[in-house]
């Protein structure tokens, strides 16, 4: 089981800089795919950026590519989401995911666990 729990989200004005972490317990985190996805008000939740068991391979939808950078530091049971050049439409509360059930991928589905979520909002 993995429980995960994210931070470092808040208030910026457009063209400013977060960066949100993803703290996880247990001692498999190093084994499963972890992801960011995000969920503006009305809309669905949307992947933003993946990252694979060892860090070796990173995915990002088109968006935020250029913009935003996925790590992680599997000593500290922690993947990082640092945002850059941020936008108006990148307000959201942003969710990081673990799952290993596969390739690094873009789909809900395949993440299991979930963190609670932490809101970014993007002034403009």
């Known amino acids: 089981q993995v429980q995960l729990v994210e931070s470092g989200g808040g208030l910026v004005q457009a063209g400013g800089s977060l960066r949100l972490a993803c703290a996880a317990s247990g001692r498999t985190f190093s084994t499963y795919n972890v992801g960011w996805f995000r969920q503006a008000p009305g809309k669905e939740r949307e992947f933003v950026a993946a990252?694979?068991?060892?860090?070796?391979?990173?995915y990002y939808v088109d968006s935020v590519k250029g913009r935003f950078t996925i790590t992680r530091d599997n000593a500290e049971n922690t993947v990082i989401l640092q945002m850059a050049g941020l936008k108006a439409e990148d307000t959201a509360v942003y969710y990081c995911a673990a799952g290993r059930r596969g390739l690094l991928t873009r789909a809900l589905g395949m993440y299991d666990y979930w963190g609670q979520g932490t809101q970014v909002t993007v002034s403009s």
């Open positions: 990252i694979s068991p060892n860090g070796a391979n990173t």
